[in-house]
């Protein structure tokens, strides 16, 4: 059985209201980007494959967030009903999504040291890991949750003492 990595939320709060707003937050942060997507003339790339159109990037990030939303609205309905099953997909998601943000931090920022944007870069850099390490946390907070859920079930939901075989 898995085991929770963290046994609150910020020192201060549940883990269940922590999952809960790494929920609403994942959704906000969706939202934001969609807008931006839309309302910019950002061009976006992909890493490895560099040669599809700049519509078709747009198009593959929006359906990616809108996926992003809908699992954090299952994820939240997980914690709210005590159903681990239903945040699953949100902790698979998440480490993916953390593990991507990484990767896509350091090579935008090499591109911008190599470009001769040493500034932009350390900027990047700084921001991007800040970014990460958030979302690292985010994870952790549901993952504990998760963990605990999917203990509870096992045992029992009324049942405190842990089963034993």
């Given amino acids: 059985m898995a085991k929770p990595l963290l046994n609150n939320c910020c020192l201060c ?7 809960i707003i790494s929920g609403i937050l994942a959704i906000v942060l969706s ?22 159109p700049n519509d078709i990037v747009k198009i593959i990030l929006v359906i990616n967030l ?4 809908l699992i ?33 931090v350091i090579y935008t920022a090499v591109v911008f040291f190599i470009d001769g944007f040493v500034l932009t870069g350390v900027l ?4 991007g890991l800040i970014c990460c390490a958030v979302l690292t ?11 605990n ?9 009324y049942n405190k003492q842990p089963y034993r075989r």
């Fill in 72 to 104: 954090s609205v299952l994820m939240i309905a997980g914690a709210m009903k005590r159903n681990h099953y239903l945040m699953m997909p949100w902790v698979v998601l998440g480490i993916m999504i953390a593990i991507g943000l990484l990767i896509s």
């Fill in 31 to 52: 939202i934001i980007t969609i807008i931006v997507i839309f309302t910019t003339r950002v061009h976006f790339k992909t890493i490895v494959f560099d040669f599809i």
């Fill in 124 to 127: 990047w850099l700084i921001f």
């Fill in 149 to 157: 859920l999917a203990e509870e079930n096992e045992r029992g939901r």
């Fill in 66 to 69: 809108c996926m992003t939303i």
């Fill in 13 to 19: 709060t549940s883990l269940r209201n922590g999952s």
């Fill in 137 to 147: 946390y985010c994870w952790c907070v549901v993952y504990s949750e998760y963990a």
